[in-house]
């Protein structure tokens, strides 16, 4: 079994069709995930199942992506990518939570796959061949 299908992550954002894209793409390469529309959305099913990681988009109504990681830390350290198109704001905001990481908007998925397999300590056979 590969790692990643031991690995669950909770997928945050307000847009339907970014969510859905994620959720398939990471499924495919073996991570169980489930995902929320909402900063608070996404607390409650953490509470409640738990995550390996969470990876949230920063601005969203209900609940943004800064007050989940507040809230999150406050209960948990699990890892937590932030995805922002204004990363640089978001590093200043959120810069003192331990293990947070940041990647900017527009992103390829090989990028934040890459960020991901850096979070849980992933290394992929090829790579260890360069």
């Given amino acids: ?3 990643q299908g031991r690995q669950s992550i909770l997928l945050v954002d307000n847009d339907p069709s970014v969510l859905q894209a994620l959720v398939a793409r990471l499924a495919s390469v073996g991570y169980r995930c489930e995902s929320a529309c909402s900063g608070g959305q996404a607390l409650s099913l953490f509470q409640a199942h738990g995550a390996d990681l969470v990876i949230s988009d920063l601005n969203m109504p209900g609940g943004d992506g800064g ?8 209960i948990s350290d699990v890892p937590i990518i932030i995805i922002s198109g204004f990363a ?7 810069g003192d939570f331990k293990n947070v990481q940041f990647l900017k908007k527009p992103f390829e998925t090989s ?4 960020l991901i397999d850096e ?7 090829f790579a260890a061949q360069e």
Avoid: C
């Fill in 88 to 94: 640089d704001a978001s590093q200043t905001k959120l």
């Fill in 67 to 74: 007050s989940l990681a507040d809230n999150l830390r406050r």
């Fill in 111 to 114: 990028q934040l796959l890459d």
């Fill in 1 to 3: 079994m590969s790692d």
């Fill in 119 to 125: 979070v849980f300590g992933i290394e992929h056979a």
